[in-house]
């Protein structure tokens, strides 16, 4: 082993993306409490960011395109890859369905799997199944193939889709489960924490305080007539009358109550840095002051920091790894439509396709097929504004000086 081969083999372990260990499935969390994908998920800020993430991908439409031999591309709605990716990729499932399972165990497990299934030619791909990543393991054959291994299952790196997270290892992406199970295990250590404290604590909102002892006769009645005039939603906002030297202390929360609160808050936003989704795209607006107001400013940011690497990753693996060089040679490319984040926009979308059809790098035809309308004769000439003409010129004539 030369110097170079150590030095790469040492990175690589210190990164942990070749130990197992660095990717595992599960692990016990500091706190105590054991962290897997369900443990994770019934966490609301775990379920919200992996829901909001994968089923925002999932409903974005996959297209794909063929080289114009002009400098641009058409939709090639005639390739076989459109129908599988954009429409359904196996026989149980859509696309919504199979891209949705997909990416939520690319968020909890760092990976993405699925059985690639060729036609007899080997030159198109007519079926993708899902595959669970716990239930496979990835080696190197001895000419550097990764091999997939599944149930009794046995398949090579080209009969595979593999997408995989953060981390960039061959064998696999990092799993976010592993590396924040501390945090996730925190979180439901607190949750477990609240529920018991409220489950066997006494949490009266106040208390009634008498000058002397009570005969149980007393207590009964006192009790009784409080429940019956002053308990309940009905009931809020009566007055209260006291008397025989009876007063009335209110009970407020108390500071290890309030800081269990704040630790709820804390694991909220401890969970989204790991998925990386601001958290007022969940419902957690304590924060709120940094992030932008608008939400056009706030789908920018979700589609900047959030889901452009994570679609580039997608498009990459499977232009990589289905298409054939025949179609790569052809300008085939797989691409997400991030149009589709403006269908429930209508004053953005508006102002597109004004831009798009003012300045003549759309025609009517176009948009009016985006917007599922039928063409228009002449709808297919694009068009430019000429407002901007030299004064001289405004009434059709020019003044020679």
Request: charged share 20%.
């Amino acid at each position: 082993m030369n110097l170079w081969t150590k030095a790469v083999s040492l990175f690589r372990r210190v990164l942990s993306l070749t130990d197992p260990a660095g990717w595992s499935r599960e692990g016990q969390s500091h706190a105590g409490e054991p962290v897997n994908a369900g443990s994770a998920l019934a966490l609301s800020s775990v379920w919200a960011c992996v829901n909001l993430l994968a089923g925002t991908i999932a409903s974005l439409p996959i297209v794909v395109y063929r080289s114009d031999g002009k400098g641009g591309r058409v939709v090639a709605k005639d390739h076989w890859a459109y129908r599988l990716l954009h429409d359904s990729p196996n026989a149980d499932q859509t696309a919504v369905d199979f891209w949705e399972g997909a990416y939520a165990s690319l968020e909890l497990k760092g990976n993405a799997v699925a059985d690639i299934e060729r036609s007899a030619d080997g030159k198109r791909v007519i079926a993708l199944t899902p595959i669970a990543w716990d239930a496979l393991t990835v080696t190197r054959d001895r000419d550097g193939t990764l091999v997939y291994r599944w149930a009794d299952q046995t398949r090579r790196q080209d009969d595979v889709l593999h997408i995989r997270g953060f981390g960039g290892a061959p064998e696999g992406g990092l799993s976010t489960l592993a590396f924040a199970r501390h945090a996730f295990g925190l979180a439901t250590a607190i949750d477990r924490a609240a529920g018991q404290m409220f489950a066997n604590g006494v949490r009266p909102s106040g208390l009634l305080k008498f000058d002397k002892w009570l005969t149980d006769d007393q207590a009964r009645t006192a009790e009784t007539r409080m429940q019956e005039k002053f308990v309940g939603t009905m009931n809020a906002g009566k007055p209260m009358v006291l008397e025989g030297g009876v007063t009335w202390q209110q009970l407020t929360i108390n500071p290890e109550d309030a800081q269990m609160l704040q630790s709820r808050g804390f694991s909220v936003e401890e969970c989204c840095r790991f998925f990386g989704v601001p958290p007022f795209m969940i419902g957690h607006n304590e924060k709120s002051s940094g992030y932008p107001t608008s939400l056009e400013q706030q789908v920018l940011t979700f589609q900047k920091f959030a889901l452009r690497r994570r679609l580039k990753r997608a498009e990459q693996a499977m232009e990589k790894q289905l298409l054939t060089p025949a179609d790569r040679a052809a300008g085939i490319t797989i691409e997400y439509n991030l149009e589709g984040l403006l269908r429930g926009d209508s004053a953005a979308r508006s102002a597109f396709y004004q831009s798009a059809l003012n300045n003549g790098w759309m025609t009517i035809n176009e948009v009016r097929a985006l917007e599922n309308m039928l063409p228009v004769p002449g709808g297919d000439v694009p068009r430019m504004q000429m407002q901007n003409v030299p004064i001289t010129q405004a009434n059709g004539q020019q003044v020679v000086s």
